[in-house]
């Protein structure tokens, strides 16, 4: 892997522990006391409850709720917006930057089919709060997005160039680092936009525009999707939409949950989509 270029010290967070902490909850349970956790994790407790709030927003103790498969079910039930009443009231988006902010457009039928030809692809790796990110860009906007602290490196870059097979790719992070710091909500400017450039079919573009209807926070089901694409019986056939999203977080397929409330599948590894959802849920309820 390449040197990455970090977004700010006081935005970087430490997903590495995160993970690790993760994993001791769903081992040692629910009722696991911060005690015990930092002495698992070699750390003090008042250290320990300092790293995992700077990158949480929340108390450990407060965390462990949203990491649960009752958590999930409890948005479905109670948190839940249909993707209908979202868009009737104006709720594209939340108060997250890269929900209001994110503009996009998709390439021409013309375009998809030369698969990239003649088109210069910038790419770079970075910190993200979910891990190492890769991220790869055109002129015209992010164009992929992919977290490899589970699927690994070589397997994130394969896929995002996999995808363009006739571009030329060049490792220029420079390029990418103003759209990436807004994308993480990390911008100067925090009404920088974060421009997209995406390839897909027709299909898969309608169910990642619904995907980006999804307000932070909260989340959908796949026959959701299904039926507001105006394709309600197409649920298996929008679940592969959802898995081929290459724009990992800012089109958000980590909000499509099964209709029994669990987490589905994920493209980067469900750890990395349960800590993305309690993430989001700690900061709409912080």
């Not at 868009?87 to 594209?92: E, I, K, P, V, Y």
């Not at 088109?119 to 997005?145: H, K, M, N, Q, Y």
């Not at 807004?182 to 995406?198: R, Y």
């Not at 949950?257 to 990395?272: A, D, E, F, M, T």
Request: aromatic share 10%.
């Amino acid at each position: 892997m390449t040197d990455q270029t970090p977004i700010p010290e006081t935005r970087r967070y430490h997903f590495d522990v995160m993970r690790r902490a993760i994993d001791l909850v769903d081992e040692m349970g629910p009722q696991a006391r911060l005690d015990d956790l930092a002495a698992a994790m070699d750390m003090s407790p008042a250290h320990f409850q300092r790293v995992f709030s700077e990158w949480a927003g929340v108390s450990p103790k407060r965390f462990q709720q949203y990491l649960t498969l009752g958590h999930a079910k409890a948005l479905l039930a109670e948190r839940f917006t249909t993707l209908e009443t979202a868009h009737a009231t104006g709720l594209s988006g939340s108060s997250r930057l890269h929900d209001l902010f994110l503009r996009w457009e998709a390439m021409s039928p013309g375009d998809w089919a030369r698969a990239g030809d003649g088109l210069d692809i910038a790419w770079g790796w970075f910190d993200s709060p979910f891990g190492p990110a890769l991220v790869t860009g055109t002129e015209r906007g992010i164009c992929g997005i992919a977290f490899a602290a589970e699927a690994g490196a070589d397997a994130a870059f394969a896929d995002l160039t996999g995808r363009w097979p006739s571009a030329r790719f060049v490792e220029a992070p420079a390029r990418l680092r103003p759209w990436v710091l807004s994308a993480f909500g990390a911008a100067p400017d925090p009404a920088a936009p974060t421009p997209l450039f995406l390839i897909g079919a027709p299909f898969q573009i309608k169910v990642w525009e619904a995907l980006m209807r999804i307000p932070s926070g909260q989340v959908t089901t796949y026959s959701e999707i299904a039926a507001a694409i105006g394709h309600p019986k197409a649920v298996r056939a929008v679940g592969t939409a959802v898995g081929r999203n290459p724009v990992s977080f800012l089109i958000p397929c980590h909000r499509a949950l099964r209709k029994s409330g669990g987490l589905g599948g994920y493209h980067w590894g469900l750890p990395v989509k349960r800590a993305i959802l309690a993430w989001e849920a700690a900061r709409e309820d912080g």
